[in-house]
């Protein structure tokens, strides 16, 4: 049975939460400088949406930078264990905070990049060059990295590689949530940088990207529907951690966080058995339609998402960010199925879901009166 838990569940993860998250302490070996030493950190919890910005380096923009920039350095020896800090706001540590340290719809990979710097006291982040050393994405059980981060109350550990050279660097850390990726600029990425100095290491030479430039907003791993059908394979973006018994790969299309072969074959399936089953639904929905008591003899109760459910009120779905600006336009999303089940009602849904991740953040009284509206339009039986 569907429950009303479950299908307002299922509206959270079209972005009307404001589960953010801001990269905020560092641990070397267990030890921290403090709470905000040596990170370059916003005030504001929001996400950066176009990697095509200079903002998706250390962020800033529509979230600007606390300046002037701390001056700590923080020490790193080659082959420590370093953690990274997250929490849903600045000060939301141990509150309670149910969004802390981020939403937990807010499903996605983590990253670690370095980049060498003559001073990582020095203003400028522009123009550098950047390799990866941490990832993790979708793990084989259907977790996330984002949920062993919650389970581990906002860190994540990861190893400095020991052959990575002595020197100052900026160590950008890196949450991308895909709760709406479904649609082009709705993955949302929350990065800060730290600034750290590596001692006693090798003489790597990693190779490396630029940002912007290491990802585009159609990389498989930041367009993408995480909800219908299920995932059997997840692309993390940007190229593959340097390892120093290894060589690094630099396509962003490389890495996919599980067996490929076996998730390969089974993407395919389920592609087709998605195809398949979208036409059978297709040819019977008129059907199922023209009679309420034929559907509900099927097993189940089912449940209606009317018709023109978005923009009937003239609610306006363009991003909130002025850079995502488009020219207004209606948006119809007609979505008429029956669902006796998750899956159907996740068919059901996935126009809608579409369109609404394409608002990423609610910020006045018609953006909050959206989700009210939807919830009102959306009825179910039992």
């Known amino acids: 049975m569907i429950t009303p838990s479950f299908l307002l569940g299922v509206l959270s993860l079209t972005g009307y939460t404001l589960g953010h998250t801001i990269f905020q302490q560092v641990y070397v070996n267990g030890v921290s400088p403090g709470h905000l030493k040596g990170i370059r950190y916003p005030n504001y919890d929001g996400p950066i949406n176009d990697v ?117 660097y900026f160590m950008r850390v890196e949450l991308i949530a895909l709760h709406g990726a479904g649609s082009l600029l709705g993955a949302q990425f929350y990065m800060e940088c730290a600034q750290i100095r590596v001692t006693g290491g090798g003489s790597a030479s990693p190779a490396t990207v630029s940002f912007p430039g290491a990802y585009s907003q159609s990389d498989p791993g930041i367009l993408i529907s995480i909800y219908y059908p299920p995932l059997t394979s997840y692309t993390i973006p940007g190229p593959r951690p340097f390892t120093c018994d290894s060589t690094p790969v630099s396509s962003s299309s490389a890495r996919v966080s599980s067996s490929s072969s076996s998730r390969a074959s089974s993407s395919t399936s389920s592609a087709r058995s998605s195809s398949s089953s979208s036409s059978s639904r297709a040819s019977s929905s008129s059907s199922r339609a023209s009679s309420s008591s034929s559907s509900s003899s099927s097993g189940g109760s089912p449940l209606y998402v009317k018709d023109n459910a978005v923009d009937k009120d003239g609610l306006d779905l363009r991003p909130v960010h002025k850079a995502h600006a488009r020219t207004p336009t209606n948006i119809t999303a007609s979505v008429s199925h029956e669902a006796h089940n998750e899956d159907e009602l996740l068919h059901s849904l996935s126009p809608l879901l579409s369109l609404l991740s394409m608002k990423n953040d609610f910020t006045s009284q018609t953006d909050c009166a959206l989700m009210n509206t939807l919830k009102n339009r959306i009825t179910y039986r039992f």
């Open 52 to 168: 095509t910005t200079n903002d998706i380096i250390c962020n800033g923009g529509p979230n600007p930078l606390v300046t002037p920039f701390d001056t700590t350095i923080i020490n790193v020896p080659a082959g420590a264990t370093v953690t990274a800090e997250f929490h849903h706001t600045l000060t939301s540590a141990g509150t309670g905070d149910g969004d802390d340290p981020i939403s937990a719809t807010h499903k996605g990979p983590i990253m670690v990049y370095l980049a060498k710097v003559p001073s990582a006291l020095q203003t400028t982040m522009t123009g550098l060059q950047w390799f990866k050393i941490y990832e993790d994405g979708l793990h084989s059980d259907g977790t996330w990295a984002v949920d062993t981060l919650i389970a581990n109350k906002g860190k994540v550990d990861f190893k400095m590689p020991v052959c990575v050279p002595d020197g100052e």
